[in-house]
């Protein structure tokens, strides 16, 4: 099959090339076509053009989320250093009623099914620390407010390998939530969440089906990908993840 090239000509895109290179290889994580294009300043566009010229080349490496059979939000979320999950990428449905979440919101640690999975990769003596620093809020009549429930919900996601929120954090939401490892730890999670009347428990256990399938494959790719820079460059980086039209570096520059 032939390969489409995306050619990079001219002076200006070459050094935006560039500039995309540097960012994506010190960032220590994936990043989102629009993130991208909005820490350079750059139109998405002609960021999507350039990765695409870079992937050709073998430079970048795309790990595409199509959770095509779930016609709800589905975005790419990572933990922060100050305790928030933030938006990497987002894909949101094309039907009029749907959940909005711009890329690069910060939700509180405490949200929801991605809560549940960022929690399940802690040590319980750190979570039951963490939860005496930082009580649980309740907010809705359907949250998880006591730290007995919490410990049994994350034991539940490790058993399971995901996450669900049953208008936990917000009344009238639905959602659940999957880690995405490369090797052995994992910095990042895929989450559907849609309109509780949209998303009954039938529509709930396919989400979660297509989702583990989605994490799984990713996740196999990055740890290949984290193998094959050792070998090539030394030590990489084991705390990122792929997600939604996701690149990362692919080989040395």
Do not use: W
């Not at 049953?166 to 490369?182: D, I, K």
């Amino acid at each position: 099959m032939h390969r489409k090239r995306y050619p990079m000509y001219n002076a200006p895109v070459l050094k935006k090339g560039i500039e995309i290179l540097r960012l994506v290889t010190h960032a220590g994580e994936p990043l989102g076509v629009s993130e991208i294009a909005r820490k350079l300043s750059i139109v998405k566009s002609t960021a999507l053009g350039i990765l695409k010229a870079l992937e050709g080349e073998g430079l970048v490496a795309q790990d595409p989320v199509t959770v095509k059979l779930v016609d709800e939000t589905v975005i790419l979320a990572a933990t922060d250093e100050d305790d928030t999950v933030r938006v990497l990428e987002v894909r949101e449905p094309k039907k009029e009623l749907k959940i909005t979440v711009p890329v690069g919101t910060h939700f509180p640690l405490y949200t929801g099914a991605l809560m549940k999975v960022f929690l399940s990769r802690m040590k319980n003596e750190d979570i039951l620390r963490y939860v005496k620093e930082h009580p649980l809020p309740a907010y809705t009549d359907r949250s998880v407010t006591r730290v007995e429930d919490l410990m049994e919900q994350v034991e539940r996601v490790r058993q399971l390998g995901y996450a669900t929120d049953l208008e936990e954090y917000r009344r009238g939401v639905r959602g659940a939530a999957v880690l995405v490892y490369r090797g052995p730890s994992a910095t990042a999670a895929i989450s559907v969440f849609g309109l509780a009347s949209s998303m009954d428990d039938g529509q709930l256990d396919r989400i979660v089906l297509h989702l583990k399938n989605t994490a799984q494959l990713i996740s196999t790719r990055l740890t290949l990908m984290a193998r094959h820079g050792e070998g090539q460059q030394g030590p990489s980086s084991d705390d990122g993840s792929a997600g939604l039209n996701e690149y990362s570096s692919g080989r040395g520059i």
